[in-house]
């Protein structure tokens, strides 16, 4: 007979499962803690469970259940899970230090610890041994301690007791830390501010999360290259300089960013990540930073000075009040999905079974394929998950939160949050991943693409954008649309509505254009450049751009949130690696040698964007109010068309027709009267390139956008 998936349920309650029920003995079940025997009060079962009655648990000892010659330790996870222990232990309450030339006080959350010390370290000194011990006291779970004096400077970790083991832990909370992380420091926040940054504001250009034109981008990346004539290379600070050139005289950096005209950079991770990925006292590896450390706390890497826990703070605020100042909002790429390590994180080491999310077994769910996946549905991880996305809006004056694998967390986490930034600014644009992974979390509660009407004010990443332009992201030589697969016409017209009603044989996947997030590449998988390599080789360079044309094109006409990954609006290559989170700085830099010989398809997408941005019709949030504007268009196969009509969503265009044309030849579309041409395969902009009547010729792999001014119109469906 065999026990096993021993838990701990309730105060009073353990439950094991067992492989035999006719061979179970009760007799031979006994129960322990660390102080020795407890006793069984009563038992139940079904099938294969047995219940175990005892006195009152205490959650500070082990628990073991014995059978024959096996033990089993008691899992405390389901115990956890509970309304019940929630109601007791929850603190609402700030967490992390309040520091005032006064005193600084200390508090943090750990119900299951014995015993917690501060370890106090002098500022600017390496030394391994704390210069002062200092024992905390605890009030139902909650360990505080406030130091007299001005502590400015110090550095500090917790000393945690918990489960007869013992081990040094940095706050969670901590705002400041030294050299890579490794323990807290004490600071005044207010001396961390540039100057005038209490008049700093986020740039007035969008009215609606429709108006928007993301960008992503990496600090590391954007002028790691020699080429990129931006001296602080791979620094928060690098980002703020004006005046950065190539050898071309063409500008790179924020110049660059301001010229091409995107509304928001979203900026791949920034706060403190795994000291094991990159040393920042010696930073010779190359990591995206998809491994959270120190959740509050910018990453030493993309500051000048690590050791000053000062420095990383005031730069990335410069460089903040910088991009707005410059017209462009900030978005961070946040990762509350996961941690660097299941056990030697600090959320683990605090106490173990609450934040991570386990499986029957005790195991680490790992929907995340990282090894564990974060509980947001417990209640303090969810407070802190709100915490620190509060704190980073207040602090830093961030402009949206990009989840990643926003699947991971359950649909009231992501809902609350929306409410309590919304209290800050409504303009806070929050999105994420919404993919559905197979975490310890019913389906019904994951903040997914499949819930998202539980989840109105929160945008996704729109997968079925990305897949019908350039095929199946999990098949490298797959095909979509711009590379001239058939039979996509409906789909295609479907994504440009931003999937968000009805049509035909596709239902809609979204409430508004407002959630649906567009978008054909990012930082993971390959670039739309070496996607077409890999899935066109016989094309030559020109078709390529042609196709890369065609993707931007369809993207910056659709409706709902346009999103670019950095590069790709000139072709930017990986070599061919799809996933290259720590490959070699010379695979994921920005080649700006190549962005100066390939302007002219920058200036097309440039040119594009401040199109969209000139022209309501394309950003409606409403679908309801889209459709009595839209008339589609029959046309060949493989091209789509379809007219925007009566000054759609208020737009200074009485009537505009899109035409995508993904043939490798020409198609003619009739026309009734005389229209106004402004974008075609190598032209866009606000500006009339000619006149047309009667009827237009399409290029191949084109985006043609044409309108009408006059009043009295006959549409003629061809």
């Known amino acids: 007979m065999f026990i096993y998936n021993a838990s701990i349920v309730h105060f009073n309650k353990i439950e094991f499962r067992i492989d035999d029920f006719y061979s179970f003995l009760l007799s031979k079940i006994y129960v322990r803690n660390d102080d020795g025997e407890v006793r069984i009060k009563e038992y139940s079962y079904s099938d294969d469970t047995v219940w175990l009655t005892i006195d009152d648990i205490d959650i500070k000892k082990n628990y073991y259940v014995s059978y024959d010659d096996a033990t089993l330790k008691c899992s405390f996870y389901k115990l956890f899970s509970t309304k019940e222990f929630n109601d007791i232990y929850a603190y609402n309450g700030k967490l992390g230090i309040s520091y005032t030339k006064d005193k600084t006080t200390f508090k943090v959350w750990s119900p299951c610890a014995s015993k917690m010390d501060l370890l106090l370290y002098l500022p600017n000194t390496n030394s391994e041994k704390p210069d002062e011990i200092i024992p905390m006291k605890e009030e139902n779970g909650l360990w505080t301690l406030i130091l007299n004096g001005d502590f400015k400077g110090f550095c500090y970790n917790y000393r945690v007791t918990r489960y007869n083991e013992t081990l040094e832990v940095v706050d969670p909370y901590a705002k400041a830390v030294g050299v890579n992380g490794l323990r807290g420091a004490i600071l005044d926040l207010n001396s961390t501010n540039p100057p005038n940054w209490k008049k700093d504001s986020k740039p007035k250009n969008i009215k609606h999360f429709t108006d928007a034109v993301i960008y992503e981008l990496s600090i590391n990346d954007i002028s790691l290259n020699p080429n990129s004539g931006i001296l602080n290379k791979g620094k928060f600070i690098g980002l703020t300089e004006e005046n950065a050139v190539t050898k071309n005289n063409f500008p790179t950096g924020i110049k660059y960013l301001k010229e091409l005209g995107i509304t928001h950079v979203q900026i791949m991770p920034i706060y403190d990540f795994s000291y094991e990925s990159v040393d920042e006292a010696n930073p010779t590896t190359y990591n995206w930073g998809?491994?959270?450390?120190?959740?509050?706390?910018?990453?030493?890497?993309?500051?000048?000075?690590?050791?000053?826990?000062?420095?990383?703070?005031?730069?990335?605020?410069?460089?903040?009040?910088?991009?707005?100042?410059?017209?462009?909002?900030?978005?961070?790429?946040?990762?509350?999905?996961?941690?660097?390590?299941?056990?030697?994180?600090?959320?683990?080491?605090?106490?173990?079974?609450?934040?991570?999310?386990?499986?029957?077994?005790?195991?680490?769910?790992?929907?995340?394929?990282?090894?564990?996946?974060?509980?947001?549905?417990?209640?303090?991880?969810?407070?802190?998950?709100?915490?620190?996305v509060k704190y980073w809006a207040h602090e830093y004056h961030i402009d949206g939160f990009r989840f990643d694998l926003m699947g991971i967390h359950d649909i009231d986490t992501m809902n609350k949050l929306r409410e309590e930034l919304d209290d800050i600014d409504k303009n806070i644009m929050m999105y994420g991943e919404g993919w559905d992974l197979s975490t310890n979390l019913p389906s019904s509660k994951k903040a997914t693409i499949a819930n998202c009407s539980k989840m109105p004010n929160v945008a996704f990443f729109n997968d079925v954008v990305?897949?019908?332009?350039?095929?199946?992201?999990?098949?490298?030589?797959?095909?979509?649309?711009?590379?001239?697969?058939?039979?996509?016409?409906?789909?295609?017209?479907?994504?440009?509505?931003?999937?968000?009603?009805?049509?035909?044989?596709?239902?809609?996947?979204?409430?508004?254009?407002?959630?649906?997030?567009?978008?054909?590449?990012?930082?993971?998988?390959?670039?739309?450049?070496d996607r077409l390599l890999a899935s066109k080789p016989s094309d030559d360079e020109t078709t390529r751009i042609s196709r890369i044309k065609l993707a931007l094109g369809i993207l910056l006409t659709s409706q709902g949130i346009p999103f670019l990954h950095c590069g790709v609006e000139f072709a930017r290559t990986k070599f061919g690696v799809e996933n290259s989170y720590n490959s070699p700085k010379e695979i994921n830099w920005i080649d700006w040698e190549l962005r100066d010989k390939n302007i002219s398809l920058v200036n097309y997408v440039k040119n594009l964007i401040d199109f969209r941005k000139k022209h309501s019709a394309f950003r409606f949030t409403s679908s309801e109010s889209f459709k009595k504007h839209l008339q589609p268009l029959s046309l060949p196969k493989n091209a789509v068309g379809y007219i925007l009509k009566n000054n759609a969503n208020n737009d200074v265009f009485k009537d505009i027709m899109i035409i995508y044309n993904a043939n490798n030849s020409n198609i003619t579309v009739p026309l009734n009267g005389t229209?106004?041409?402004?974008?075609?395969?190598?032209?866009?902009?606000?500006?009339?390139?000619?006149?047309?009547?009667?009827?237009?010729?399409?290029?191949p792999l084109s985006v043609n956008v044409l309108y009408k001014n006059n009043e009295d119109i006959f549409f003629y469906i061809i």
């Not at 017209?327 to 996961?338: A, K, R, S, T």
């Not at 769910?365 to 549905?377: F, I, L, P, Q, Y």
């Not at 095929?471 to 095909?479: L, Y």
């Open 290 to 388: 998809y491994d959270p450390q120190n959740y509050n706390v910018p990453e030493g890497l993309y500051s000048t000075n690590p050791y000053d826990p000062k420095t990383r703070i005031y730069e990335l605020k410069s460089l903040i009040k910088e991009l707005h100042e410059n017209g462009i909002c900030v978005n961070l790429d946040v990762v509350f999905n996961h941690l660097w390590n299941a056990k030697e994180n600090n959320f683990e080491k605090l106490f173990p079974e609450y934040y991570l999310r386990r499986n029957d077994d005790n195991s680490f769910s790992n929907g995340t394929g990282c090894g564990n996946d974060t509980a947001s549905e417990h209640y303090m991880f969810r407070k802190f998950i709100l915490d620190s």
């Open 466 to 529: 990305r897949d019908t332009l350039k095929g199946n992201v999990f098949s490298s030589t797959d095909i979509g649309f711009i590379s001239g697969k058939p039979e996509l016409e409906n789909r295609i017209l479907f994504t440009s509505l931003a999937c968000s009603f009805d049509l035909d044989e596709y239902r809609k996947i979204f409430l508004s254009p407002l959630q649906s997030v567009n978008y054909v590449t990012c930082h993971d998988n390959s670039t739309l450049y």
């Open 675 to 699: 229209w106004n041409l402004c974008i075609d395969k190598n032209n866009a902009g606000n500006e009339k390139i000619k006149e047309v009547s009667d009827s237009y010729v399409c290029e």
